[in-house]
């Protein structure tokens, strides 16, 4: 007998070689009904998999995210057998799950897939999974891998050459056989509505110096009615596309002569910027922030020593030559070597620590033109970046106040569905890391426990953190229910010593501080882009660019209109006046589109009772009142919408 332990804690006794559909079956079977992947002791197993020690089980269901990425990997090997059958003689690469759906990269020699075919590859897909094929995982030697795809697909056989023995394993599904590492679910059946999403490029390895493959995007769900409602999130998704709302509303544009991913700023743009950077710049002052700011580059030399030329120089832009013999500088990829060389200016003792250096710092890297996308995938963009350099003692209570920051920042934006990410090294790859394992484990300890202590809703990845150090993410959820990484916390004992950073301690002896990293925007580029498409282009009534726009019906009224604006900026107001020669209706119409939060419309009867007639964004009439009455009531929805950050 073995004994299994569940989520929950409880103990059950099973015969050796219990699968964990069996387990589920115990448990109950409708639950079983449902289970399509599960994890023995952190390893990812099949439902069939006979267990043979004691140890943990988790059963996952499509509700799970660990179960979506099961069924959405299964679901690529039935894509990838539809496309053997729909187009013989194409080699198949990779395919892995992704967050929404998966994708194939394939060689289709001569052939070309577009929209029209997306409806054949479905058909093929369903046709494939209602033969409700069981996936079969099984291990093969390095020499039989190899032998099977040898002459027949190059891209597989690279892939297993760089494969250990003993590491190797196919999968096989009806006639369909891929080289796997497992995670799936237990018969094509479940897959029950597929959609294929679209078609691009991809270079073989991500190098663009290789062959330009076919990446084949699609999603699938275990029933239609959830792919209906994802498709109909898609179709909003595409209203809130944060490049299309930047064009509209005039935030921002790219241009081809300045160069891919180099966001340019427009006017309406850069103001929600500063505003953004003004109100974070206020919560700084308040928590003891001192502000830095740093240049655009440094020498080669500088991130040598920081380890994030090693680690990052191959995405970075090439280092720049001068007219000075070995002088090289690279565009700033980080700003944190250049805050520990402000911290190293002079000499401290403990009783000046913490120091905490902001700035909201410009840093570049040259990521890959596939993979550039709008703000959220840029080559050049913005760090609300923050060190704080602290005494180990004080490492818990500075962490948690950036916590607090964090929670401050969301709250007041409209983030409130969120969680946190505890995410630690990975310990059967210490190449990746640079450290000791002492200072590693006191780090790791420090953000379990803070996160513990302020009862933030957390999980712990494993291989997840930065190079130098673990870190605390904030995953939030949008008004669409996507998720993503938004602000992060970082513990570093690793780059004081490599810059060799010291305080006199209370012993008048040297001490090395630690450093925390911080963003709790991330960088403006893609916090903007991805508030647009929370928000849908209404930002929170405190950071929209214009607040209210002032429409006379003629202009017999510009006058009273340009008194009204001077009412409204006196009172800190945004406003601004439509004098255009145009129907009130057309002016109106535009102000929708534009998602001014207020319309104010201003004729004879206004003039004549100094008053005004509102509308609200959305279509909402708030009737004819004072101007000192309308003004009361935009100040107190934005200090209503503003925390307060104590």
């Known amino acids: ?260 991913g180099l966001p340019l700023w427009l006017p309406k743009g850069a103001a929600l910027r500063e505003r953004l950077e003004n109100f974070l710049k206020a919560a700084q002052k308040k928590a003891g922030y001192e502000m830095v700011v740093t240049p655009h580059i440094g020498q080669k030399e500088l991130y040598e020593t920081s380890g994030h030329y090693a680690k990052y120089g191959a995405d970075s832009f090439q280092p720049i030559t001068t007219p000075s013999e070995g002088e090289e500088f690279l565009l700033k990829p980080m700003n944190c070597p250049h805050h520990c060389e402000i911290y190293n200016v002079k000499p401290f003792s403990y009783k000046e620590l913490p120091k905490r250096y902001a700035e909201f710092g410009t840093v570049y890297r040259y990521e890959q033109s596939g993979e550039l996308h709008g703000l959220t995938r840029v080559r050049g963009f913005t760090q609300d970046d923050a060190h704080i350099f602290c005494t180990p003692d004080q490492l818990d209570s500075e962490f948690k106040a950036v916590i607090d920051l964090v929670l401050y920042v969301f709250g007041s934006l409209g983030f409130e569905d969120f969680t946190a990410q505890v995410s630690l090294r990975d310990p059967e790859n210490p190449d990746k890391y640079i450290g000791s394992d002492e200072n590693w484990e006191k780090a790791e300890k420090a953000i379990l426990n803070a996160a513990i202590d302020k009862k933030l809703n957390y999980v712990v990845e494993t291989g997840e953190a930065a190079f130098y150090g673990p870190k605390l993410d904030f995953m939030v959820k949008d008004a669409l229910g996507r998720q993503w990484q938004l602000g992060t916390i970082q513990v570093d004992y690793n780059l004081p010593e490599r810059f060799d950073l010291t305080y006199k301690g209370s012993d008048n002896e040297m001490h090395r501080p630690v450093m925390i990293h911080r963003a709790p925007f991330g960088s403006m580029e893609r916090f903007i882009a991805i508030l647009l498409e929370h928000t849908g282009g209404n930002f929170p009534l405190w950071l929209m660019p214009e607040q209210v726009i002032i429409i006379s019906i003629s202009e017999k009224y510009e006058k009273y209109a340009e008194k009204v604006l001077v009412s409204l900026e006196n009172d800190e107001i945004r406003a601004l006046t439509d004098n255009r020669n145009e129907t009130v209706g057309k002016k109106i119409r535009e102000a929708e589109m534009q998602k001014f939060p207020y319309m104010i419309i201003v004729g004879e009867q206004e003039e004549k009772d100094n008053t005004v007639t509102v509308r609200q964004h959305g279509g909402e009439d708030l009737g004819t009142i004072s101007v000192e009455d309308f003004s009361k009531i935009v100040r107190d929805k934005v200090n209503k919408s503003l925390k307060t950050f104590i």
């Not at 006794?13 to 079977?29: C, G, L, N, Q, R």
């Not at 179960?67 to 395919?95: C, D, I, M, N, R």
């Open 1 to 260: 007998m073995i004994q299994i332990t569940l989520p929950d804690g409880s103990v059950r006794s099973f015969k050796k070689d219990v699968t964990p559909y069996e387990v589920a079956v115990d448990i109950s079977a409708g639950f079983a009904r449902n289970v399509i992947s599960a994890k023995f002791n952190d390893t990812v197993v099949e439902t069939t998999t006979p267990l043979t020690t004691d140890g943990s089980l988790t059963l996952y269901t499509f509700k799970d995210d660990a179960g979506k990425k099961a069924f959405w990997h299964s679901s690529a090997h039935v894509l990838a057998q539809a496309l053997e059958e729909l187009y013989p003689g194409v080699k198949l690469w990779v395919g892995p799950a992704i967050d929404n759906g998966f994708y194939y990269d394939v060689d289709l020699g001569e052939g070309t897939i577009s929209e029209k075919d997306f409806k054949s590859i479905e058909n093929k897909m369903i046709e494939i999974a209602r033969g409700k094929h069981d996936f079969k995982l099984r291990e093969v030697s390095k020499a039989d891998a190899l032998s099977y795809y040898k002459g027949k697909n190059d891209y597989k056989v690279d892939l297993i050459e760089n494969l250990e023995d003993g590491t190797i394993s196919f999968c096989d599904h009806s006639t369909f056989t891929d080289l796997c590492r497992g995670g799936h679910i237990p018969n094509t059946g479940i897959i029950k509505a597929v959609k294929i999403l679209s078609v691009a490029g991809a270079y073989y390895k991500g190098d663009e110096n290789n062959k330009q493959l076919t990446r084949v995007y699609g999603v699938s769900f275990p029933k239609q009615k959830e792919l209906t409602e994802y498709l109909h999130l898609l179709e909003e998704a595409k209203k809130r596309d944060h490049r299309k709302l930047g064009k509209e509303l005039e935030l921002f544009a790219f241009s081809k002569k300045v160069g891919q």
